[in-house]
């Protein structure tokens, strides 16, 4: 069921980049802009999840990063972007929606382009919130051994439907085993996703092509308020990813997702919303 609280998707000229971006709710209330990891495209942040949040009070951004979805696709193997980038275009969809600042959520490999942001645009920060990310740091677990050994191989990318079941599968490895996963809604969503993407070979490689030069910002220097939110299941960065994360950032919490992966599972949606909507209810100190 839904309230219809989508405003639509449209294309919007960033920077060097045409980019899809679609928001749920009011304009007038505060903004969360919700950027997404590696290879996935805005759909991966459910329109269901999204409408959650936007009923909550929020205006609910979220896009297709580069080389997802509907947004600008470059050459497989030729990124024409860096982190630095990604970060700017972020930017650049609060600058076309008029919104001065916002409530940042990254996923995954997108919890740079937060810290980025974070780090030297702190005005445009209300507050952060990172998901199944990491500091990085040297010393913490390397993917569970699971993850590796039940990664599907390469597919024919020239059939959709080997994608398809490509992504099918990388999803339920990194879910952990989550008893969460739920490969039939997973399958669907992948659909939808493989038939609205410009180029999947892109999609499946460029993001870890690019340069990541401004990752190496210190999350220490984070000044807004910070959530972390961390699947115990999660075979991709395993908990002492989160706890680190958290112990990083001056005055952060986390929020431990149990019989959460690598993602978000939609069960696990009555904890995470609540949890947010409480962080996003304020903002700088």
Request: hydrophobic share 35%; charged share 20%.
């Amino acid at each position: 069921m839904t309230d219809h609280l989508s405003n639509g998707e449209k294309l919007v000229g960033i920077n060097d980049a045409e980019l899809c971006v679609e928001t749920f709710g009011n304009p007038a209330n505060p903004a969360i802009l919700l950027i997404d990891g590696a290879t996935a495209s805005m759909l991966w942040w459910e329109a269901e999840l999204c409408e959650q949040i936007a009923r909550g009070g929020r205006f609910v951004i979220r896009y297709d990063n580069r080389d997802t979805g509907r947004s600008t696709s470059y050459p497989p193997g030729r990124p024409g972007y860096t982190y630095t980038d990604l970060a700017g275009d972020a930017l650049g969809i609060l600058d076309a929606l008029n919104v001065e600042s916002a409530h940042i959520v990254c996923r995954s490999m997108s919890g740079g382009i937060g810290l980025i942001i974070g780090v030297d645009h702190p005005d445009r920060v209300e507050s952060l919130t990172f998901v199944s990310t990491s500091t990085g740091e040297d010393g913490l677990p390397p993917s569970s051994d699971e993850l590796t050994s039940d990664m599907p191989a390469e597919p024919d990318l020239s059939d959709p439907r080997a994608a398809v079941d490509f992504v099918v599968a990388s999803a339920k490895a990194c879910s952990g085993g989550s008893p969460y996963f739920d490969e039939t809604a997973t399958r669907a969503l992948v659909e939808r996703d493989v038939a609205r993407t410009r180029d999947v070979a892109a999609t499946l490689v460029n993001h870890y092509m690019m340069s990541f030069e401004g990752s190496s910002r210190d999350f220490g220097s984070i000044k807004a308020p910070t959530l972390v939110v961390h699947g115990d299941h999660d075979p991709v960065c395993p908990l002492p990813h989160g706890h680190a994360l958290r112990d990083a950032i001056p005055g952060a919490t986390l929020l431990t997702l149990e019989g959460a992966g690598h993602d978000l599972p939609k069960p696990l949606w009555d904890v995470f919303v609540p949890a947010l909507l409480q962080h996003t209810a304020g903002g700088r100190p």
